[in-house]
Nanobody, 126 residues
């Protein structure tokens, strides 16, 4: 059974920081590209960041470029999203997702992922 579990969300003031983590089990973690997506109130789920299976290539949404950092630790089967300079518009449920590295298509596309976590709430107050 494949399981992705997000943690680290919560309440933070605008300008503050949070670090999200995603722990994976039931899969060979190093065989998967990993990504973060989010869904804000009244919005569709959108791409945030992604990292290839070996960490060679990283993608960011324009809205988070320069503020968020994605990383992974294949020895601990975890992927992280360090979020800095948070804005109220970053308020959303954040999801981690995994896709087999041989998967076709861009890691920025939601439909190209095989497994999803349950989500973790991030709320940024002003």
């Amino acid at each position: 059974q494949v399981q992705l579990v997000e943690s680290g969300g919560g309440l933070v003031q605008a300008g503050g920081s949070l670090r999200l983590s995603c722990a994976a089990s039931g899969l060979t973690f190093s065989s998967y590209d990993m990504g973060w997506f989010r869904q804000g109130p009244g919005k569709e789920r959108e791409f945030v960041a992604a990292i290839t299976w070996g960490g060679e290539v990283i993608w960011y949404a324009d809205s988070v470029e320069g503020r968020f950092t994605i990383s992974r630790d294949n020895t601990e089967n975890t992927v992280h999203l360090q979020m800095k300079s948070l804005k109220p518009e970053d308020t959303a449920v954040y999801y981690c997702a995994g896709r087999l590295r041989e998967r076709r298509g861009s890691p920025t596309e939601e439909g190209r992922y095989d497994y999803w976590g349950q989500g973790n709430q991030v709320t940024v107050s002003s």
